[in-house]
């Protein structure tokens, strides 16, 4: 009897384990169809388009409004109500700027801090996705790029530099785990010439990384250089590299769009 009772007991566990298993599957599978609307609504609010941002905000107040509703109530915890309560204000927020003002950017801010609060949930419940390690990849990505913006090798301080010799160390460990997380494609819905594609624009992004880490290490040798021997073909040198830095920087936004952008449906 007792032996009949252990193996009841194991059968409604293992029974338990793979009804949990297929419920993370399916929030996944929500959560992406979700994610696919956001992004292209972030997408579209970019192009300064307001009859487009309009319809796309549109869109994803009823996506969001059915989403929230289903799932608002799956935990009892704060930590779940109060990050659907802040994706619905930040989506009113866009819709209400949008609707008043036209400002197709304004509304695209707002909507930037959703992919960062859905991420840091998903996380939370074990329910990452892909896009969620390009989020944390792209917030210092993007401090890089902004601290370059408008900057000349003139005025590429020592402090600047140094900062981005922190930030690229940062983004490269970011950048690692993009590049070997798997993307299912039967979750994504794509097909393996869209995974192949995708990976192609990874591989771009990886290289930008690579050249902008030598570029800044080979700052290093050319201060090394100067200390060693002031003349005017060091400091050239030093020009040329501090140049070839700010093009870089300003580089990795691009590839990275294309990745991004593919997860809310845009094939480049």
């Known amino acids: 009897m007792r032996k009949v009772q252990i193996a009841v007991m194991v059968a409604l566990s293992l029974a338990s ?6 419920d993370t599957t399916s929030l996944k599978k929500e959560m992406i169809a979700l ?9 579209d609010t970019m192009k300064n388009d307001t009859a487009a941002s309009r319809k796309a905000i549109n869109q ?9 509703t289903a799932h608002y109530g799956d935990h009892a915890d704060t930590t779940w109500r109060n990050s659907f309560d802040k994706v619905s204000g930040l989506i009113s927020r866009a819709d209400g700027v949008l609707n008043t003002s036209g400002q197709t950017q304004a509304a695209h801010e707002a ?8 991420g840091r949930l998903r996380k939370s419940y074990g329910v990452t996705i892909f896009t969620d ?10 401090a890089i790029v902004l601290a370059t913006k408008g900057v000349i090798a003139e005025t590429l301080t020592d402090s600047l530099l140094n900062f981005l010799q922190e930030k690229v160390a940062e983004v490269n460990s970011m950048w690692a785990v993009v590049e070997t997380a798997p993307v299912d494609t039967a979750l994504y819905g794509v097909t393996s010439a ?4 995708l990976r192609d624009w990874i591989g771009e992004e990886s290289a930008q990384l690579k050249a902008l880490k030598e570029a800044l290490g080979t700052k290093d040798k050319l201060d ?23 093009i870089l920087a300003s580089a990795l936004k691009p590839p990275f769009v294309k990745i991004y952008t593919f997860f809310g449906g845009q094939l480049h």
């Open 224 to 246: 090394k250089k100067n200390d060693d021997s002031r003349n005017d073909d060091s400091r050239n040198d030093d020009s040329r590299n501090k140049e070839t830095i700010i």
């Open 111 to 118: 909507l930037e801090g959703v992919r960062v609060i859905m």
């Open 35 to 43: 994610d696919r609307i956001y992004i292209s609504t972030l997408y």
């Open 194 to 197: 869209d995974l192949a594609a």
């Open 17 to 22: 384990l793979v009804g949990c298993s297929e």
């Open 133 to 142: 390690y390009l989020t944390d990849f792209h917030e210092p990505m993007e």
């Open 60 to 68: 994803l107040q009823i996506s969001w409004e059915r989403f929230n």
